[in-house]
């Protein structure tokens, strides 16, 4: 094989490593520390919290039998809900960074919005797992009394990527 075939061949070979390793690694998405910082998170805010978790698969099962609950959406209005919801959602937004007090006004809302029923099941989400939002919407449910609570992690872009349905705010 002359020289340059051989150069040649080297320089495809890279090229081509190059791009399977870019593929993979956008395939995989985030690196496994950064995978682990996201779980050490939400394991940490959902024992402080106090509620439970519902995966994708559970609460589409849910949903799909009727089950008697609340699914509160967290995200803005304008941005996020309006655009697109889980069916049935209704919308309270909460900031991304925990609450460490609950206003008056806040607290009024979120009973007016959650009801006198603090045995329903009550689930909250936001937009995807690394979200703040519904850990706090969770969590202030628990410390109002709420027995049922629980956070979906995946959001409205895990509800999407399943392909289960959305609506939008009309």
Excluded at 36 to 63: P, S
Aim: glycine share 8%; with cysteine.
């Amino acid at each position: 094989m002359s020289k340059r075939k051989l150069i040649s061949v080297f320089v495809c070979s890279t090229i081509i490593m190059l791009m399977l390793g870019a593929a993979m690694a956008f395939a995989w998405g985030d690196s496994e520390v950064d995978t682990e910082k996201t779980a050490v998170t939400f394991a940490r805010e959902a024992a402080k919290g106090g509620y439970q978790i519902v995966t994708t698969d559970e609460l589409k099962k849910w949903t799909d039998s009727q089950k008697h609950l609340l699914i509160v959406d967290t995200m803005p209005f304008e941005d996020s809900y309006k655009k697109q919801h889980i069916p049935g959602a209704v919308q309270l937004e909460f900031p991304k960074e925990e609450m460490t007090t609950l206003s008056d006004k806040m607290k009024e809302t979120l009973i007016g919005v959650l009801g006198a029923d603090k045995d329903r099941t009550i689930v909250f989400y936001c937009g995807f797992t690394k979200c703040g939002r519904s850990h706090n919407g969770a969590m202030w449910a628990v410390k109002l009394g709420y027995k049922n609570v629980y956070r979906y992690p995946g959001g409205i872009k895990a509800w999407a990527e399943a392909k289960y349905p959305v609506e939008a705010a009309k």
